[in-house]
């Protein structure tokens, strides 16, 4: 399985971090060159901001354009592809997640979540699967699902993906709640992102950059309709799960983690 990470090319440091991670773990891989914020007119922004509730930066309409790329990218390939932020920090024994998922014949629209984020999940009582040699499982995710720094994605899922998201929405919150997607969190988690390697009680979860005027939508009938309809997608993701789930945080070994000096980010 090949793995695609979204870089913009000034983070000379990250990639040289991804580049030796990824020799360290034996990972073919490429790197996506990222949108970039500043090719975008604030005409563009404001467009994109009247089809979302909460407001908007330039760069979340970046992060949402470069991953459309990066399914683009999969759906040429036609295989499953890990895509990974360039933040992400990965665990020694990931290849073995991968073979397992590249090995497996899974519905079209099966996506695998390998991130932890240390938030609740409502997380499914049954497993899809269990691979006792590594320890690694899967099971399905109903609620929560937030970060898109790594997850496996297949050609058909992209492309429905690509269909689903020709108007802007804050690309996680919107790829996660997709009606058709079935969505599987790989527990122990995989991949995290740097930041929670840190173990500062005080990382936020959610980072907003502060260096860039937000943009909200014109019209307050829309933006509340909207937040009805997110409302809706919450609800019917409930329902899904009742019975069915547990709210837990996701598993996770932090000792399969390195950021030793050869392989931190500057």
């Known amino acids: 399985m090949k793995?695609?990470?979204?870089?913009?090319?000034?983070?000379?440091?990250?990639?040289?971090?991804?580049?030796?991670?990824?020799?360290?773990l034996g990972l073919d891989y490429q790197f996506l060159d990222a949108f970039e914020a500043r090719d975008l007119s604030d005409a563009e922004c404001q467009k994109a901001a009247d089809g979302w509730p909460s407001p908007t930066l330039r760069q979340d309409i970046a992060c949402f354009t470069?991953?459309?790329?990066?399914?683009?990218?999969?759906?040429?390939?036609?295989?499953?592809?890990?895509?990974?932020?360039?933040?992400?920090?990965?665990?020694?024994?990931?290849?073995?997640?991968?073979?397992?998922?590249?090995?497996?014949?899974?519905?079209?629209?099966?996506?695998?979540?390998?991130?932890?984020?240390?938030?609740?999940?409502?997380?499914?009582?049954?497993?899809?699967?269990?691979?006792?040699?590594?320890?690694?499982?899967?099971?399905?995710?109903?609620?929560?699902?937030?970060?898109l720094a790594g997850y496996i994605i297949g050609p058909q899922a992209a492309a429905r993906m690509l269909e689903d998201t020709k108007d802007y929405a804050l690309i996680d919150a919107y790829f996660w709640h997709r009606a058709w997607l079935k969505a599987f969190q790989v527990e122990p988690a995989p991949v995290i992102q740097q930041r929670f390697l840190e173990e500062r009680a005080d990382t936020p979860v959610?980072?907003?950059?502060?260096?860039?005027?937000?943009?909200?939508?014109?019209?307050?009938?829309?933006?509340?309709?909207?937040?009805?309809?997110?409302?809706?997608?919450?609800?019917?993701?409930?329902?899904?799960?009742?019975?069915?789930?547990?709210?837990?945080?996701?598993?996770?070994?932090?000792?399969?983690f390195s950021l030793d000096p050869d392989g931190s980010v500057d």
């Open 3 to 24: 793995t695609l990470i979204i870089s913009r090319t000034s983070e000379e440091a990250r990639r040289r971090f991804q580049s030796r991670q990824m020799a360290r």
């Open 206 to 256: 959610f980072l907003r950059m502060a260096n860039d005027d937000s943009f909200r939508p014109r019209s307050k009938q829309r933006k509340h309709l909207l937040r009805l309809w997110l409302e809706g997608i919450k609800a019917r993701n409930l329902l899904r799960g009742a019975f069915r789930s547990e709210k837990r945080a996701v598993e996770i070994d932090k000792a399969t």
């Open 66 to 147: 470069s991953h459309r790329m990066a399914w683009q990218t999969v759906v040429e390939r036609r295989e499953k592809t890990l895509i990974l932020e360039d933040d992400a920090v990965l665990s020694s024994d990931i290849a073995d997640a991968m073979r397992i998922i590249a090995a497996r014949d899974d519905d079209w629209n099966c996506v695998y979540d390998l991130e932890f984020v240390p938030l609740p999940h409502s997380l499914g009582k049954s497993l899809l699967w269990a691979d006792a040699a590594t320890g690694f499982k899967a099971r399905r995710v109903f609620q929560n699902r937030l970060g």
